[in-house]
């Protein structure tokens, strides 16, 4: 008897909890029903003095002239999902939030993607990130980075905005879907291969008999000679019928295996191109962290070679040169190669003169090379 009231009471108490929680709730709603939204406050959390993509401006005109309609509107009526989405629109805003806190002001926070170079190469005009995401530089945008120029097209779009992993999947993804499809359309063909080989092989088993016993008495030699000519003849018509529809059925196999070919050498190409991509967002850290190469090398100059090799050259601040890098290569490389410029610059550069030569080259081992 005591175990079923104790039963009975704490199941009247959550009731009473779940009640309160419930009636609360609709308070809150009605409360926030009734709130209009006076102010409305923008903060981009990761402003600083390395400049910034966007502004608390920028965003308030954005949601002006998207007709979005906030101040003067009920707190209830206010599309929050909707501002998120508008923000979140650009590239350059990494995260989002949008609320209206208990008094009547609606409150907006993001923040920025951090970019660790900006791409003016071949057209392009875009920041990409640590992490290789990629986005069009907004107008007027002012990050300090260092900025690569040149011919090198990196393996997206133009105005690609987005991890450079996720289109290099998807880019892979494509290629290996289309090259199995076009594996399957050589099946018909290769049954049409066997069908002909068979019909080819009954040609060769085509044989001539002479006639025994006719109406007149045996076949002459005369007649059957001219059969067996005439057989002869058959089958080698047969022969080279077959065999040019063999041809022509090799030549579509052909076909097939050559775009099959295509996409494979397009597949590497794209891998080797995200390869030098990497490579670049790695030497550009490397510049980064030094911080006498962070503010030695004014300009990164990135080039496709006509073998599809991506070298480098630097327009330094010292001097009146050009220094030819070559082919970016694993982190170690990399750091020899400049540290051997720093060694040039600390001990020829002084002895030789800063405005002798036009350029200065670190593709051979061990040297430096000037012109």
Request: charged share 30%; hydrophobic share 40%.
């Amino acid at each position: 008897m005591q175990r079923a009231l104790r039963i009975v009471l704490v199941t009247l108490l959550w009731a009473l909890v779940v009640g309160y929680v419930l009636y609360a709730a609709d308070l809150v709603r009605r409360h926030r029903a009734q709130r209009t939204i006076t102010t409305l406050t923008i903060e981009v959390q990761d402003s600083s003095a390395s400049g910034s993509l966007i502004t608390s401006r920028e965003v308030r005109e954005r949601i002006r002239r998207s007709g979005i309609k906030v101040l003067g509107e009920r707190a209830d009526s206010v599309d929050l999902s909707a501002i998120e989405s508008l923000i979140a629109r650009n590239g350059f805003v990494a995260e989002v939030e949008a609320f209206c806190t208990e008094d009547t002001l609606l409150r907006i926070t993001l923040s920025q993607r951090l970019p660790q170079l900006r791409l003016l190469t071949n057209g392009m005009n875009s920041y990409v990130t640590r992490e290789g995401y990629l986005f069009v530089a907004p107008p007027r945008s002012s990050r300090y980075v260092p900025v690569v120029t040149g011919s090198y097209q990196p393996p997206v779009p133009k105005d690609y905005t987005g991890l450079m992993a996720d289109y290099v999947e998807q880019q892979r993804e494509v290629m290996d879907t289309t090259i199995r499809a076009l594996e399957r359309k050589k099946y018909p063909h290769f049954l049409a291969v066997r069908q002909n080989n068979r019909r080819l092989d009954s040609v060769r088993r085509i044989r001539i008999k002479p006639y025994g016993f006719l109406f007149f008495g045996r076949e002459s030699e005369e007649s059957f000679d001219r059969r067996v000519k005439e057989t002869r003849a058959h089958k080698a018509a047969l022969r080279r019928h077959f065999r040019y529809i063999g041809r022509q059925i090799q030549a579509k196999i052909d076909r097939l295996s050559e775009e099959q070919a295509a996409l494979r050498l397009r597949q590497k190409k794209l891998e080797k191109n995200y390869e030098d991509f990497l490579k670049l967002l790695t030497f550009v850290e490397i510049i980064e962290n030094d911080a006498f190469w962070r503010s030695e090398l004014v300009e990164i100059i990135a080039e496709t070679t006509p073998g599809g090799a991506l070298e480098l050259s630097f327009i330094p601040r010292s001097g009146s040169f050009k220094i030819r890098f070559g082919r970016i290569e694993e982190a170690d490389e990399t750091r020899y190669k400049l540290e051997k410029l720093a060694r040039f610059y600390e001990k020829g550069l002084p002895t030789l003169g800063w405005e002798r030569y036009r350029e200065i080259d670190l593709r051979y081992a061990d040297r430096v090379v000037c012109r």
